[in-house]
């Protein structure tokens, strides 16, 4: 059962779609604290800033596809992870530390080289999506 009292570690995106590189961020992301949870910024058809205006997946659409592939990878919503879905955030902003950590994560060249504006071409070119 996910404990609201324990370290918990926060992903804020628009997972346009959630990809492969997506779920190493987030088996990165447990491995500290053993839970997380992943917020989904509402920008469906709307821009999430400045290059960041092709958003066609609905929450719904986006809540389901991560966890169908984090079930596949063997973590349970409600157990390892919660979906939560969050107005359109464009800026994170905090007065001194308070007892938490902002964190840049890196990957080798393959894991960053996965792109959800190739994946949405992609889908676009086969008639997945509009």
């Not at 986006?62 to 063997?74: F, P, R, Y």
């Not at 840049?104 to 960053?112: G, K, L, T, V």
Request: hydrophobic letters at 30%; charged letters at 30%; proline letters at 3%.
């Amino acid at each position: 059962m996910f404990d609201t009292k324990k370290p918990t570690v926060l992903l804020l995106g628009r997972w346009q779609p959630w990809h492969d590189g997506h779920l190493e961020l987030f088996k990165r992301a447990i491995s500290k604290t053993g839970q997380v949870i992943i917020q989904v910024r509402d920008v469906k058809d709307s821009s999430g800033g400045v290059g960041q205006d092709d958003n066609p997946f609905s929450f719904e659409e986006i809540a389901n596809n991560i966890e169908k592939k984090l079930n596949l990878s063997g973590y349970c919503l409600n157990e390892h992870y919660l979906i939560q879905l969050v107005p359109n955030i464009t800026n994170i902003t905090y007065g001194r530390g308070v007892g938490y950590k902002i964190e840049q994560e890196s990957f080798e060249s393959e894991i960053e080289s996965i792109s959800a504006t190739k994946i949405r071409k992609t889908l676009r070119e086969e008639g997945k999506i509009e």
